[in-house]
């Protein structure tokens, strides 16, 4: 093996040497990778397998459609179907928000099947086949409390978590009192203290998408900082982009994993994001992530976190079957490594 360390000390304990049985290429091998985040109304979703993303969680779409898709395709998809939100609530009237991927909620009451219902709007996404429900609280306009509750009751009586878009001045702290599971993005509008963190951290999921505030210095640096403080009190983060809000690759994207490591992540870390099967307990069975070749270094052999993050942005997505351990190397690795398994 052409570095010393074993792949393990750099990319996880997931990380193995492989060889193509079909092509013969030699490269790494890491579990499926994962965009916690996407809307595949606004992108040509099929294209994601070719960029290294083997499945997408969507957050924000027609549950019609996304109940109809192909099962067993790539990429494969979980989805929370529509939005909930408030009368007149974000993202109602958005030009990328058409009606049916938006549910107002004008009734509190825990009752399936009232107009305008939160519990009717829940058990909707149920029956077309959510694995999460997605709920808005943003300052302009939040949905009300008592239709929050009935949301989250509904939902985890049915066995499914609950990931809100958080937006504005305390909404944050009203995820948390009102037991959400996920944020659908690191709090960017303000910073969080540590107190919230702390209790963020115990109990939620916390979805990178740092990218889409490459434009935007402020919510870039208030969403590095919470991420940072997240992680440090032992938060779990996933990788997630928000695939349709604006001009992102149609892939694993690079800039994604930088800001991952700009908060504090280390390359383990985005690897863990990368291949975290939430909201499902495992990942795909059927297929692996293969980076060619070997993992990058600095031109002195020391570790590059920046050259290993821009690497993993090249993966491709292989059937398991096509990858054969590579035989060499694991003598390599046995000879160097402790029995830590
Ligand atoms: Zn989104």
Redesign the pocket.
């Known amino acids: 093996m052409p570095h010393p360390e074993p792949l393990r000390a750099l990319l996880g304990p997931d990380a193995a040497a492989v060889r193509r049985a079909l092509t013969d290429e030699a490269g790494v091998s890491l579990p499926a990778f994962v965009d916690h985040?996407v809307?595949l109304h606004l992108v040509d979703g099929e294209r994601l397998p070719l960029g290294g993303v083997a499945a997408v969680v969507d957050?924000?779409g027609d549950p019609a459609i996304l109940a109809g898709r192909a099962a067993g395709t790539l990429p494969q998809v979980t989805y929370a179907g529509a939005f909930l939100t408030t009368l007149g609530g974000y993202p109602a009237g958005r030009e990328w928000a058409p009606p049916a991927i938006v549910r107002q909620i004008t009734d509190a009451s825990p009752q399936i099947g009232r107009p305008g219902g939160a519990a009717t709007a829940v058990d909707e996404q149920r029956l077309a086949g959510a694995s999460v429900i997605k709920v808005v609280l943003h300052h302009d306009r939040p949905l009300p409390e008592d239709a929050v509750a009935t949301i989250v009751e509904t939902a985890h009586a049915a066995g499914l978590p609950v990931v809100a878009h958080v937006e504005g001045e305390g909404m944050t702290r009203r995820a948390l009192d009102a037991g959400i599971d996920a944020l659908?993005h690191t709090p960017f509008t303000e910073r969080l203290d540590e107190a919230l963190v702390a209790r963020a951290a115990a109990a939620q999921v916390w979805i990178s998408t740092l990218d889409i505030h490459r434009d935007d210095e402020q919510a870039a640096d208030v969403a590095r900082e919470n991420l940072r403080a997240f992680r440090a009190a032992g938060g779990r983060v996933v990788y997630g982009t928000?695939l349709g809000?604006g001009d992102l690759p149609l892939g694993v994207n690079p800039r994604e994993l930088r800001a991952l490591l700009a908060a504090g992540c280390d390359v383990p870390a985005l690897v863990a994001a990368l291949t975290d099967p939430w909201p499902g307990a495992a990942p795909l069975p059927e297929v692996r992530t293969f980076l060619r070749g070997q993992p990058p270094r600095a031109a002195d052999g020391a570790d590059d976190p920046t050259a290993l993050a821009d690497w993993l942005a090249t993966a491709s997505v292989v059937p398991g079957e096509d990858l054969l351990p590579d035989l060499d190397d694991e003598a390599g690795n046995a000879d160097s490594e402790d029995d830590d398994d």
Do not use: I, K, M, V
């Open positions: 985040h809307h957050l924000g659908a928000d809000n």
